[in-house]
């Protein structure tokens, strides 16, 4: 429970960073974040991280990443596609290129390798 706590924490802020530094693109310098009640417990499912970096520990940093961020795009789909059938998704990638069903863009691969490997480190004992 407490790292699924710590998980939702840094994930809300994460997103939060996220989406204020978004504004800068389209030049609102007020930086102000978004996010919904529901990335919590979503964000909060990383904790599996915790166990699973411990299976991985002798393996190199690129295929932790790699299996971090294939998990996370798991979950983001999931989650997402059960949000979105119930019309409570807070996000939608439509517009975006490279996204499966609106629920998840392929481009942000790299920013969930690297999330999953700050989770990781979030979660070493």
Known sequence: MKNF???GICGWCL???WTSLHSLLRRDYK???HSSIWMFPIYGMAAVI???STKLKNRNMALRGLIYMNGIFSM???TGS???KKNMCPWDYSD???NLRGVI???YAPVWFVTGLFFEKVLKP
């Open 5 to 7: 706590m710590k998980c």
């Open 15 to 17: 997103e939060l960073l």
């Open 31 to 33: 930086l102000i974040g």
């Open 50 to 52: 915790g166990p699973l």
């Open 76 to 78: 983001e789909y999931l």
């Open 82 to 84: 059960l949000l979105k």
């Open 96 to 98: 975006a290129p490279l």
């Open 105 to 107: 863009r392929l481009d």
